[in-house]
């Protein structure tokens, strides 16, 4: 099946800094997903992005669908960002199933 | 509009006994499906529909049994109980597959203990 790797697994952050987290994924999709898990364990969407670049206040994803990656970035971050991020996308050509990366943890410091 | 919702948020049951994690949601979404969320294992398929009367297994079906009597409900149960079903169970719904219709929303969750 299709492999989705995120990078870093993890990250620390000063308040204010700004970052960008990586999606690989092995085969070409036609759906991709951020999420944003935060730390009472809710699963938040974020972008749904299979292709070009989308903005929403503080965060914006790019996803570059001929070369197999999703980036997000996030601007001037807060502590209420802190959490863990994934990307998600079908398992397979037609499917219903979503393949999660395993995530990339993000700590906002004060 | 309040999306898709799961209850309980939070379950703790006995090894061997039986209980149904309540999920629905209010978009007229065809497409529901269960996830569960292991530490170091992401989140696995368990089951899912793609309407009213049509389900089939995920990744990992095994101790778990779903129904779909409607557009809004898909119920998750759990025949009897192991520590191994010890997970976080979220419940998640989309229009379709592909395209704009591709975008899959997720329940709160549910956490569940079996002792």
């Known amino acids: 099946g299709i492999q989705v790797e995120q990078s870093p697994p993890d990250l620390i952050l000063q308040e204010g800094a700004n970052s960008t987290l990586r999606c690989n994924f092995s085969?070409?999709?036609?759906?991709l997903q951020w999420f944003h898990q935060n730390p009472w364990g809710q699963l938040i969407n974020l972008f749904y992005?299979?292709?070009g670049t989308k903005q929403n206040g503080r965060l914006s994803a790019t996803t570059v669908a001929t070369e197999r990656y999703s980036l997000l970035y996030i601007s001037s971050s807060q502590t209420t960002d802190s959490g863990v991020y994934f990307c998600?996308?079908?398992?397979?050509?037609?499917?219903?199933?979503?393949?999660f990366g395993k995530g990339t943890k993000l700590s906002v410091i004060p | 509009n309040a999306g898709v919702t799961q209850t309980p948020k939070f379950q703790v049951l006995k090894t061997g006994q039986s209980m149904t994690l309540q999920c629905a949601q209010d978009?007229?979404?065809?497409?529901m499906s269960w996830y569960r969320q292991d530490p170091g294992m992401g989140l696995r398929l368990i089951h899912y529909?793609?309407?009213?009367?049509?389900?089939d297994q995920g990744e990992v079906p095994n101790g778990y049994n779903v129904s779909r009597s409607t557009t809004e409900d898909f119920p998750l149960r759990l025949l009897s109980a192991a520590p191994s079903q010890t997970s976080v169970y979220f419940c998640?719904?989309?229009?379709?597959?592909?395209?704009?219709?591709?975008?899959?929303?997720f329940g709160q969750g549910t956490r569940l203990t079996v002792v």
């Open positions: 998640a719904s989309s229009y379709g597959v592909t395209g704009p219709k591709g975008e899959a929303f």
């Open positions: 085969d070409s999709v036609n759906n």
């Open positions: 992005i299979p292709s």
């Open positions: 998600a996308v079908p398992s397979g050509a037609g499917s219903y199933q979503l393949t």
């Open positions: 978009m007229n979404h065809e497409y």
């Open positions: 529909s793609v309407g009213a009367g049509i389900t």
